[in-house]
C-alpha cells in the first residue's frame, strides 16, 4: 500500500518562476492539505483540498494555487516566485469521513528559489 | 486563534536519559493533539496521537496525556537512544469539524549523545 507520494523531490528555480509540484494521497484517502514548511520552522498551512475543490485556505497570497483530480490527486502551483517560497512543502492525506485523526505526510518538495 | 507553543531547543541529552519535551497550546472547543517526528532530510511522521482529554498517546517507548485543565500535551520517553535525535512537532487539529487542518507549533530538535 503505497503512502503519500510527492514530485519532484527537490528542484531550484529563479525568482519570477512558476513552480507545480505534485502528490499523490494515500490509497483510500480523498482530501488534500498542502504545508510550507520553511527552514527551522514548524509546518504552515496552505490550502486543503476535497472533491476537487479548495475547502480551507491559510494566510497564503494567491500566488499559490491548487487543484484536485477526480483520482484525488493534486498539484500545488506557485506563481512569481519570490526568494522567501524556499522551502519543503510538505502534502498531507486524509479521509473525510475520519477528518484530522489519521493524516499522512509524503517525504515532501525542496524548493529552492534563487 | 488556535497556536501551540513548544519548548525551544536544542535538547541534548546522553543516552539512556530522560526525556520531556513541553508543549501547551490554545484552543477553542476540543482538538485532537498530536506528536510528528521529522529525522534529517525527511518528511513528518505520526509518532502518537490523542483525540479527548485525559487520553494518553504512545508510540516506540514515547507518551503524551492530553490535559485539558493545563491544556498541555508534553513528550515523555523513559530512556532515549541514538536513534532518537530528530526533530519533534507538537499540532492540534481543529474541532470544527476535524477536517484535517493541523496547527504545528515551531518543532524542538533532540540531539541524543551515546
Known amino acids: 500500500d503505497a503512502g503519500v507520494t510527492q514530485s519532484p523531490t527537490h528542484l531550484i528555480k529563479t525568482r519570477g518562476q512558476q513552480v507545480t509540484l505534485r502528490c499523490s494521497p494515500k490509497?483510500?484517502?480523498?482530501?488534500v492539505s498542502w504545508y510550507q514548511q520553511a527552514l527551522g520552522q514548524g509546518p504552515q498551512f496552505i490550502f486543503q483540498?476535497?472533491?476537487?475543490?479548495?475547502?480551507q485556505r491559510g494566510n497564503f497570497p494567491d500566488r499559490f494555487s491548487g487543484h484536485q483530480f477526480p483520482n484525488y490527486s493534486s498539484e500545488l502551483n506557485v506563481n512569481a516566485l519570490l526568494l522567501g517560497d524556499s522551502a519543503l512543502y510538505l502534502c498531507?492525506?486524509?479521509?473525510?469521513?475520519?477528518?484530522?485523526?489519521?493524516?499522512?505526510f509524503g517525504e515532501g518538495s525542496w524548493l529552492t528559489v534563487v | 486563534g488556535n497556536s501551540v507553543t513548544q519548548m525551544e531547543g536544542p535538547v541534548t541529552l546522553s543516552e539512556e536519559a530522560f526525556l520531556t519535551i513541553n508543549c501547551t497550546y490554545t484552543?477553542?472547543?476540543?482538538?485532537?493533539l498530536f506528536w510528528y517526528v521529522q529525522y534529517p532530510g525527511e518528511g513528518l511522521q505520526l509518532l502518537l496521537k490523542?483525540?479527548?482529554?485525559?487520553d494518553k498517546g504512545s508510540n516506540k517507548g514515547f507518551e503524551a496525556t492530553y490535559r485539558k485543565e493545563t491544556t498541555s500535551f508534553h513528550l515523555e520517553k523513559g530512556s532515549v537512544q541514538v536513534s532518537d535525535s530528530a526533530v519533534y512537532f507538537c499540532?492540534?487539529?481543529?474541532?470544527?469539524?476535524?477536517?484535517?487542518?493541523?496547527?504545528f507549533g515551531q518543532g524542538t530538535t533532540l540531539q541524543v549523545k551515546p
Open positions: 498531507a492525506s486524509s479521509l473525510r469521513l475520519t477528518g484530522g485523526n489519521t493524516i499522512y
Open positions: 490509497s483510500g484517502h480523498d482530501t
Open positions: 483540498y476535497y472533491e476537487e475543490e479548495e475547502r
Open positions: 484552543a477553542t472547543g476540543y482538538p485532537s
Open positions: 490523542a483525540t479527548k482529554a485525559d
Open positions: 499540532a492540534l487539529s481543529d474541532s470544527s469539524g476535524n477536517t484535517g487542518k493541523l496547527i
